[in-house]
């Protein structure tokens, strides 16, 4: 009967030894929190998926995910210190960090813009000189301005003799309906819609013409990264991670991404973006791994944003991003 006793008493002592390692490790787990560019869609699908698969929980992250209202308004919030990192337009942060807010670019994730001149098939627009004489509608502030200005620069076009229009409003009714020549846009955001409506259109790549810009990327305050770079490496890493898992599943991704929020594009978009035009972003050309664009892409980027918005300050592009947050093994290239 004492053994019994015994027995029992080691097991109740090993149960209240789990119990407590398993608060602890609950309790270790850090909170960070992450600002989207905009609602979570296929731009963010990596740290949603990621955070679905559980990598931020096994990298000891409490992770926040928060919606944003576009890329600059996410950059002041990463500036202020009130997130602990956003994903971004990478030229809106630069901008940004141009004017001295004291934000990098810490891991791009879509390491080309895949934004460009969406028109319908029959609208004589198939290099940026047919722009001349043309009314093309682009957003207030929007981070494609750059490289519209950069892929007109680069091709000797007079933008004086383009008619741009700055206004908010669907760039699938403005062409379906025919109000304009073309329409600053992504092509997923665009081209499908329109082809779903049985209408066709085509896309002139900014990447193609000029701009091989990087694209939406992780940014964070200077001062928040490197108070705790082991946190922000941990983040990049499970990011990444779940970027590579969207590559290798982007149904799966999909899935997940609608099954937290509903209000989602329908499935058959995202994927159809997802597998036709995003997934070729994930990597440059001559990149090996995530998050990591060949030093040539980030060089025209130096050029093209100080050409449009002048001196990028001491250091010029290189002081703008850093790369000694990623991790040593990054995912390769889809």
Known sequence: MGKYRDSRKRIALFGLVVAVLANSAAHASEKFKVTLNWTPDNGSI?????????????????????????????????????????????????????????????????????????????????TPKDLEGKTIIMGPGSADIPLFDAMLKANGVDKSKVHVQMMSGDCVAILAEKKADGCSDAPGGTLIPLEQQGIKAKIMLYKDWGAPLVGLSLIAREEKFKQNPQLYKKFIEATLKGYAAVAKSPEAAVDALRTRYPDAAEKKVLLEEMTEYLMTEFCAPGATNLGKPPAAVWKVTGEVLTATFGSLGDGGIGALYTEELLPSQAPACP
């Open 46 to 126: 990596g740290i949603v998926y990621a955070d679905v698969l559980g990598y931020y929980k096994d990298a000891g992250i409490d992770l926040e995910i928060e919606s944003g209202k576009g890329s600059g308004a996410t950059s002041k919030l990463v500036a202020g210190g009130s997130t602990d990192a956003g994903l971004a337009s990478a030229t809106s942060a630069i901008s940004f960090a141009a004017k001295g807010a004291p934000i990098k670019v810490i891991a791009p994730i879509y390491q080309l813009v895949d934004w460009g001149i969406v028109s319908l098939e029959e609208t004589p627009i198939a």
